[in-house]
């Protein structure tokens, strides 16, 4: 396919491309000469009942949360339908991922050690926000060009499959990140033909047969301690240890300067010609059909996703305002159909004429056809007047109740646990001790309820209680007050379990009591 000719909304295509379980991703320059990428997804997949709609979601969710603040995600500038065809269109560049950088043996300890802080922290902040990325594997790692390793397709595997990922499946792609690092610096070869962790359908061995002896054996043992503080106590505690042990890093330094090194030496591919080549004889422009945005909300009101639309567009909601559209047309907040951009239609700039200026030419041209009919009815008139004002007071009103209604919506999310903890004593107990076994629950900061037990090893009682959370605490201590009694020697164990809400999670801590 000669890429390099072909494009889509504004975007050009170029040669590099590559297959994934969504479709074919393509490297790509936006309209403003930045490098970019296309997903042309599977007809075969995108065509399925629901799916179209779910990954739109998707996408959405994503665009809110890059606008709240998370970084770490490839943002997304738009997604478009072509007829048959459906492209998820990013604003940044999607390569080179970790696959294409250690199947060439280009990723050093402290690069690695760069990428798995750089994840955990993006997978970190996903999971306070109540959302996962449920598809992490080397191939949706995008190393930038400062460095940076950022995440793509979040949640469209999920959005494909009609399913929402737990935590857990984030936590443990992400300790199969660091083993799989871990064995490329001795030497093993990296990911196996399983993908990510839980993510069929992957390609096999991306890290290739170079990725060895590029670290050294502290190297190795700290990614190795990673996973598995990532699979005891949680993502937080394993970034801990890989900031806390740098000094097993060559230098004692987590540095990117291989991986800049190494991305900047792959985006070659996609800097602009120095010239345009002559088009071939008899080519004209190619006609790419009518395209539709498919983020578009209809009647220019609240949109699932921030922003007008790649372009420099301004105004708070796709379509709401100018600039909605690739090819710089204006966006029109009371259209009630999708958005249509390209060859054919029309582009003409009209100017938007505001409210003042149409209250203003209504006004004057009332006054003239009353001037003309000679004489009003005062009484009808200032009864119009009334309707009319009483009218835009309650609209203001119903239109204030639902602005706030939707931030708050859209702002506040569900309430997640992040992480739980039991600690007991260290020291022998003795005869009638009175033990204090301390718990802490971490939730993502969310006001609501969560439903946790408590069990006892020595007898079957359950302590069922329900912690109610705040908005300004993400912490909670629930101690379990344990009173032993009689004379032996047992090793007694209090094991806390959070029942709602989310995935159920466990943890325990023993003790011993001698008398």
Known sequence: MENTRDGIAGFRLTQHTWLTELGNWIDAISPDGRRAGALLFDPRVIGLPGVRE????????????????????IPVADMVAAGEQVWLLTAQAVSPTLTDLAASGQVDPGGAAAVLVDTAQTLLALHAAGVTHGSLHPRTVVIGADGVALLSERGLADAIRGQ???????????????????SSMRGGGGVTARGAAGTPGMASDPYGAAGGALGGAAAVELFERAAATATTYG???????????????????????????????????????????????????????????????????????PGGGYGGASGDAYGAASGGSYGGGTGDGGSSGPMRFGPGVETRQEAQETTAERIWREGKAEAETLQRAGRVHGRAARARRRRTVVSAAVFAVIMAGAILAWLKLGDTPALAVASIEVEGPRKTQGCDSAVVVRGTIVTNGAPGEVSYEWRKSTDDEVVKQTLRTTSDRTSYEVPLRWRLKGRSTVKATATLVVVSPGPRMTDKASFTYKC
């Open 54 to 73: 779910r990954v739109v979601a998707a996408v959405l969710t994503d665009q809110r949360l890059v606008t709240s603040g998370i970084g770490g995600l």
């Open 235 to 305: 993502l937080a505690a394993a970034r801990d240890l890989l900031l806390g042990g740098r000094e097993a890093l060559p230098g004692g330094v987590i540095s990117r300067e291989g991986l800049i090194l190494a991305a900047r030496g792959r985006s070659a591919f996609a800097r602009q010609p120095a010239y345009e080549q002559p088009p071939a004889h008899g080519a004209g422009p190619r006609d790419e059909g009518d395209i539709v945005t498919l983020l578009h909300v209809p009647g220019g009101g609240q949109a699932g996703g």
């Open 164 to 182: 929402i990922s737990p935590p857990e499946r984030d936590l443990a792609s992400w300790a199969s990140l660091a083993r799989d690092l871990a």
